[in-house]
């Protein structure tokens, strides 16, 4: 197993920083390990906003729900996606992209280059010691996170980055068993076999949250996602993507 694949592996969400910034060379670093991410036929469709501002920066931490390490951290980025350039490029040469841009294909394009990206600067950041924690808590009030920012019409904000100097040491959270998410040649579906799965790592999880909250919390996995997904959230999103210019076909 080499350096790489070990950093990987060794990924905890950090919720504490300490109060150092980050370089302006450690900034540019991590946006150029984004940018090498793979992107769909090299269209490129996002943006990365940083976020110095002490005020901007409580704003989004409170828009997230009251998580303080969106204020205090190394720095704090925010991962867009973004068609407004193609808009811009359409314009120079005198053609029109609203068509293709308003298609439910281009706006995962979107999505997913936004996140490889994201996913890119992560390990950068871990790479070089640091800790990093994602923030999809700016989706509670994208209105508010979109007037803040100053985005363009066409540039869609979809979670934060904290990035910063660690100053905890949580444990390693276990994932679900490699059985369970990798399949060969077809969609396991014998329910009993992938519940049986399920039900183990119920108790992996249990005896991971007793441990970490000294007994405070018990509960497996299943229990969390059944009860976590009865009830759906931030419902006013498609109205907030019509809005942003992207009425979904």
Avoid at 110 to 128: H, K, P
Avoid at 195 to 206: A, R
Wanted: hydrophobic residues 35%.
């Amino acid at each position: 197993m080499n350096e790489t694949i070990e950093t990987m592996l060794a990924h905890r969400s950090i919720r504490a920083f300490k109060d150092t910034p980050l370089t302006e060379e450690q900034i540019n670093i991590l946006v150029k390990a984004a940018q090498s991410a793979s992107t769909s036929s090299y269209i490129q469709a996002y943006s990365i906003i940083g976020v110095k501002d002490r005020e901007k920066k409580k704003q989004l931490a409170e828009l997230a729900g009251g998580q303080s390490y969106v204020e205090e951290n190394g720095h704090f980025f925010v991962f867009c996606a973004d068609f407004n350039r193609h808009h811009a490029t359409a314009e120079m040469h005198g053609t029109d992209v609203t068509e293709t841009v308003q298609s439910t294909e281009k706006f995962m394009v979107g999505l997913i280059d936004a996140s490889l990206a994201a996913q890119n600067a992560s390990v950068a950041a871990e790479s070089m010691g640091l800790g990093i924690c994602y923030i999809g808590g700016i989706r509670n009030d994208l209105e508010k996170v979109n007037d803040l920012l100053n985005l363009p019409q066409y540039v869609i904000p979809l979670f934060g980055l904290c990035v910063g100097y660690p100053n905890q040491e949580p444990d390693i959270k276990p994932r679900l068993p490699l059985e369970n998410i990798y399949h060969v040649d077809e969609y396991e579906q014998n329910e009993k076999v992938f519940k049986d799965e399920l039900t183990k790592y119920d108790e992996v999880i249990s005896s991971y949250y007793t441990d970490r909250t000294a007994g405070q919390r018990t509960g497996g996995w299943t229990a969390m996602m059944a009860h976590k997904l009865t009830s759906p959230v931030r419902t006013y999103m498609k109205k907030f993507l019509e809005k942003k210019g992207f009425p979904l076909k």
